[in-house]
C-alpha cells in the first residue's frame, strides 16, 4: 500500500513552493507521494484544529513556529479529548506517551539525571509513534540601532518585553 499524504498549504507561501520544489519530487523516489493543496489560512487552521469540519482531510500542514523554554508534555500529549485541539493538536491520544509525560511531570526540579532518563523513554516512544515531523527550523536575531540601550532578549525574554525597557540615546 502506498504512502499518501494530504498537504494542506498556502498561497505565496516560499516554505510551500519549496517543499513543493524539493520535498515533493523525493519522495516519490522512495514511493510515496504528496498530494499538495492549497486553501486559504483559515481554513488550513480549521482543518489542523480539526474545527468547522465533518472529516479531517489533510495530515501535512507548514506553518512557523516559536519554541517556549519550558514545555508541557503532559498536555501536549493527554489523551483527554478536552485537550484535543489546544494543547493536543495532534490529537494523539497513545497511554503509553501520557504516561511517560506525567511521569516527567512528577520529576523532582533537582533530579536531572531522572528528568534525562524521562526525557529518552519519551523521546523513543515519540519517535516510534511520530506525530510530527519536523521539516524546518527557524533562528531568531535581533538587530537594532546601537543607540538603543537598555535592550535585553533572551530564549525567556523576548523582545515584546525587553523593548518596552529599552530607551533611544542621542
Known amino acids: ?22 520535498l515533493v519530487p523525493e519522495v516519490k ?4 507521494q504528496i498530494n499538495g493543496t492549497t486553501v486559504d489560512f483559515a481554513v488550513l487552521l480549521d482543518h489542523l ?9 489533510y ?10 523554554t519550558t514545555q508541557a508534555y503532559w498536555y ?7 485537550y484535543f485541539g489546544t494543547y493536543n493538536t495532534n490529537f494523539i ?12 511531570k512528577r520529576t523532582d526540579p533537582t533530579d536531572l539525571a531522572g528528568w534525562a532518563e524521562k526525557w529518552i ?5 515519540w519517535n516510534y509513534l511520530l506525530p510530527d515531523i519536523p521539516l524546518y527550523s527557524d533562528m ?11 535592550y535585553e532578549s533572551s530564549s525567556t525574554w523576548d523582545w515584546r518585553y525587553a523593548i518596552i525597557r529599552a530607551s533611544v540615546t542621542k
Open 1 to 22: 500500500m502506498p504512502l499518501v499524504i494530504e498537504w494542506a498549504n498556502t498561497a505565496n507561501n516560499p516554505v510551500s513552493d519549496l517543499i513543493s520544489a524539493m
Open 29 to 32: 523516489k522512495v514511493g510515496m
Open 49 to 57: 484544529y480539526k474545527e468547522n469540519i465533518d472529516k479531517p482531510v
Open 59 to 68: 495530515g501535512m500542514f507548514n506553518l512557523g513556529t516559536g519554541f517556549a
Open 76 to 82: 501536549y500529549y493527554s489523551t483527554d479529548p478536552e
Open 93 to 104: 491520544a497513545d497511554k503509553e506517551l501520557e504516561s511517560i509525560a506525567l511521569d516527567m
Open 121 to 125: 523513554r519519551f523521546e523513543k516512544r
Open 140 to 150: 531568531y536575531h535581533d538587530f537594532y540601532n546601537p543607540r538603543i540601550v537598555g
